[in-house]
């Protein structure tokens, strides 16, 4: 019941608002996800040639923190809070930061080895975390220090990475879940022609409809002035009759003439 409500919702947004209209914005919806149980707030790490993006590690599913958003991908869609365990919004593009990371994080996360270096990776408390995450974004603080907790690391060429993005981009739009979620949305582009045109024809009939209403207002002042034109003639008539008749007196001085 939850997916049919959700695929419902989903449905009727796209009606309402052009699929064109709405990349890269994020649709303030609660949307209910399968929760993240956490007995307390979790800690996080920062993932190494990431910049300042951190991971929530010691769960199964994939939650992010970055840029003062908790970042969440779900059947292939992206969901951001400001809350770690509820609030979701759906979130139309798949957010920049993502392709930076390495998908073998969690492989180096569990051996403490980055790429064949010893990992010597910081736990940051969630408090610590909402405290700081700002200045050491400003201060470029994770950069500056350049290895990110990882011995003898030399953070990759400029070049480099951006490889890495494309084949990474490459790798995510093969997921079945991605596919699946795209193969949707073209479903639903080509159905936004047929809405587009009920809309434009309950707008001419709408429009129609207040353009008869004027004319038949028009009309009745018209019928009142012939009504108010009848009603004076009618009167005259009335006096008229009195008029034309010789008031009794002056009969009988007549006769007596």
Not at 192 to 208: A, D, G, I, S, T
Not at 237 to 248: T, V
Request: charged fraction near 25%; proline fraction near 9%; glycine fraction near 6%.
């Amino acid at each position: 019941m939850k997916k049919l409500f959700f695929g419902i919702a989903l449905l009727a947004l796209a009606i309402a608002v052009p699929i064109p209209t709405m990349a890269g914005v994020n649709v303030n919806i609660n949307i209910p996800l399968p929760p993240l149980v956490f007995p307390a707030p979790p800690d996080v790490i920062v993932i190494p040639d990431s910049g300042d993006v951190y991971v929530v590690p010691d769960i199964d599913a994939e939650l992010f923190f970055w840029n003062g958003w908790w970042w969440r991908p779900w059947e292939g869609r992206w969901y951001r809070s400001h809350y770690y365990d509820r609030g979701w919004g759906y979130y139309s593009m798949v957010p920049s930061f993502y392709f930076d990371i390495d998908p073998g994080w969690r492989g180096y996360y569990r051996d403490h080895n980055w790429n064949g270096h010893p990992w010597n990776y910081e736990r940051i408390p969630h408090q610590q975390l909402h405290q700081n995450w700002k200045s050491w974004k400003n201060e470029r603080h994770w950069e500056r220090q350049g290895t990110w907790g990882v011995q003898d690391y030399k953070p990759r060429p400029q070049k480099q990475r951006q490889e890495l993005r494309q084949q990474r981009q490459q790798q995510y739009q093969q997921r079945p879940e991605v596919q699946k979620q795209r193969q949707s949305q073209i479903q639903q582009q080509k159905q936004q022609p047929r809405v587009q045109q009920q809309q434009q024809h309950q707008e001419k009939v709408l429009q129609h409809r207040q353009e008869q209403k004027p004319q038949f207002q028009k009309q009745q002042p018209r019928e009142n002035v012939q009504r108010q034109q009848k009603q004076p003639q009618v009167q005259q008539q009335k006096h008229s009759q009195p008029q034309g008749k010789p008031e009794r007196g002056e009969k009988e001085k007549q006769d007596r003439r």
